[in-house]
């Protein structure tokens, strides 16, 4: 792997960061306090293929590769948790699946509207009592009818569903074939017996909106199956592990953000008659996280070469999730340390973006999952099943 990236993947991301600092970054902590998006800006993301960064050219996508999209979402996620997170739902979750299996009427249908940068996309996928376990806990049954399909049940958790032209949902279309019964359904907002529930309220990421929805009779036509009948659980599995890229980048961006403030502040706050910069236990903080956001960024890379090269990068991508999500972690807390009371200020935006990572070990596969998912792997390379 070619650990320098190319002139052209330099060029792009230096218009993404310069995007996101003029558009994204003096307004986060408004949109976390407001719980809106900032539109104005999200209007603009096309010219920079932000709302459609894997989405072929034809439908106004920019045609990226992993690379592509890793290097924008870094730089979201540095500039904004709230924005970063709603497009990495949009782009990853709802775009992704629909440019890869969706039927070419299907991507006619919806990928243009999808990358317009006037609305953002959803993938319904957890339920109030599955999450982890989606194979044993989902409950959201189809049954196939002369009209259509008839849906029931509940999802809960889904980002973006009041944005969102379309909801691909995750149901069982068979209930007795296993993780062979479930299929993605595409499901307009607005249709009837389809009720989008009021946003919840969150520790962080509170300009993006997650919410529940519950499904009461809800018709769609036949052909509302992305791709085949019966994929559905196989099409979710392959959906997170590259998602999971996505949040590793993502958290690279919020972790990035985090200590460009820690180490600007240390250089100007004062104690003991010189800048706490000069105080070792404080290098010792800007050291490792200098080295720990570069490490997670080398494996969030790699996962995305490898994706792109055609490998299996599911043990990587996990990897690059579990440790970008937790290097996140750390380097917010230590950033909050290294500002003392003013780090637990409203006033400083580390507080925000400590509260912005605290999801990022939760969502699209837990801390625990992506270790089961590693360690499955290491066994299976040495000999298990
Ligand atoms: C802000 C936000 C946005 C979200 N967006 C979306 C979205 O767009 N679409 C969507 O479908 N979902 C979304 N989610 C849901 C998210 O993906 C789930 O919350 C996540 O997968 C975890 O599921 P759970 O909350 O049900 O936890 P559970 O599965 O109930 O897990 C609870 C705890 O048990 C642990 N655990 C579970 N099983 C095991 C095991 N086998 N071994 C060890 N530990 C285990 C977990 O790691 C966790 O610590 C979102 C959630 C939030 C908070």
Known sequence: MDFEL?????????AVRDFCAAELKPFAGAVDESGEMRWEAIHKMPALGLTGLQVPEAYGGAGLDTMGMVIATEELGWACGSTALSLAAH???????????GTPAQQEQYLPTLTSGRVLGSLALTEPGAGSDLAGGVQTKARRTADGWVINGQKAWITNPRFAP????LVRTDAEAGTRGFSMLLVEPGTTGLTVHPPEKKMGLKGSPTQMLTFEDV????????????RG????MQTLDGGRIGIGALSVGLARAAFEEAVRYAQQRRAFG??????????????DAAMEIEAARMLVYRAAWMKDQGQDYAKMAAMGKLKA????????????QIHGSYGYSREYPVERMYRDQRLMTIGEGTSEIQRLVIARHVLREFGGV
């Open 274 to 287: 010189k800048p706490i910069s000069d105080h070792q236990a404080i290098q010792w903080m800007i050291a």
């Open 325 to 336: 999500t937790e290097v996140a972690e750390k380097v917010c807390h230590n950033a909050i």
């Open 233 to 236: 659980f196989q099409q979710t």
């Open 6 to 14: 190319t002139s052209e993947q330099q060029m792009y991301q230096r």
């Open 91 to 101: 782009n990853g979750l709802c775009c992704g699946p629909i440019s890869r299996w």
């Open 166 to 169: 379309v909801i691909v949902t």
């Open 219 to 230: 018709v769609v036509p036949h052909d509302a199956v992305l791709g085949e009948e019966g």
